[in-house]
């Protein structure tokens, strides 16, 4: 099922959640691992995210998040299949831009759609990554909004290649959305106007990156919701779990964390998961009480105090 089918059926709020597929040469345990204990809460949908060869962030055992360039991690399709065939949970495909032709794009649509995945997270991608050399006519998708209209091509059966009837593959599109505005934005106002092309051109509902201050977001829909935008607007969520995540998230997300959040864990970083999830409900419960219906938890894999958080909203 379509992830905004979940949302229009729903009967009360949902949790979604994250994952991240293993590093190359690990196996996909961990990941199964992960599923199992987020698969009791009964999760419309999970994302799994995709890395080119470039970047991507690793969550260490003592709690800092760490960005890593060097190595790829393959299995997003697989791992798809996986959740979606094993399990019997929707997931969202993360599609990028960076480090993908538009050929190979479309294969990977092609592939999602044998496995029965009828969702995708549209984004550009996290640079610098590397820049792949193009070759024999082939082209790429330079931004999220390229990628959508590609998608929404799709759906209508246009492929990159001219083929004579081809079948339409009816995707359901999301983007990604900045309360605190994209690091390479210079202002909100432009990366709204960004946002909105991304949703004129096909977007079905927007995910926000992890925020910490909940004004933030309500600003942000406000905003989107001033400028035209009315699709979705999903929260996404991050249980701080330690004293270094204080530097690394701001770093590798390029998010504020509120004094007082910062504060709390300085003064006692022993007890930093607590605080973590003591403010993650207390986020929560709000975002629910002011009318979400959806929200996103971003995962890496650790399920552990996400749960705690879920246990007690439930």
Not at 19 to 30: A, E, H, L, S
Request: proline share 6%; glycine share 6%; with cysteine.
């Amino acid at each position: 099922m379509k992830v905004v089918e979940h949302i229009e059926r729903a009967k009360g709020p949902l949790f979604s959640y994250e994952i991240v597929p293993p590093p190359r040469g690990r196996t996909v345990q961990d990941v199964i691992e992960a599923v199992e204990a987020l698969a009791p809460f009964n999760p419309p949908w999970i994302d799994v995210t995709s890395h080119a060869a470039g970047a991507y962030y690793q969550e260490n055992p003592d709690g800092s998040v760490e960005r890593r360039i060097y190595k790829k991690r393959p299995g997003t399709i697989g791992i798809c299949g996986i959740i979606q065939n094993r399990f019997k949970i929707d997931t969202v495909a993360h599609i990028l831009c960076l480090g993908f032709t538009k050929e190979e794009t479309e294969d990977a649509l092609i592939e999602l759609n044998y496995l029965g995945v009828e969702n995708i997270l549209a984004i550009r991608g996290d640079g610098p990554n590397y820049k792949k050399v193009i070759s024999n006519g082939r082209s790429v998708n330079v931004y999220a909004a390229d990628l959508v209209s590609q998608v929404v091509d799709i759906k209508k059966g246009r492929y990159v290649s001219d083929i004579t009837g081809a079948h339409p593959i009816d995707f359901c599109v999301g983007v990604a959305g900045y309360p605190e505005k994209h690091f390479e934005a210079p202002n909100l106002k432009l990366d709204l106007h960004y946002l909105k092309e991304k949703v004129d051109r096909g977007a079905e509902y927007i995910v926000t990156q992890m925020f910490f201050d909940n004004q933030k977001y309500f600003d942000f829909e406000k905003a989107c919701r001033e400028h035209g935008i009315k699709v979705p607007i999903i929260p996404g969520l991050k249980v701080l779990r330690s004293e270094k995540q204080l530097t690394t998230l701001p770093k590798n997300f390029y998010i504020d964390l509120p004094t007082a959040l910062v504060d709390e864990i300085s003064s006692s970083p022993e007890h930093a998961s607590e605080i973590g999830v003591r403010w993650a409900k207390k986020q929560c419960v709000e975002l629910l009480e002011r009318g979400c219906r959806n929200l996103h938890f971003y995962v890496m894999n650790d399920a552990s105090l996400v749960k705690d958080v879920i246990k007690s909203l439930s």
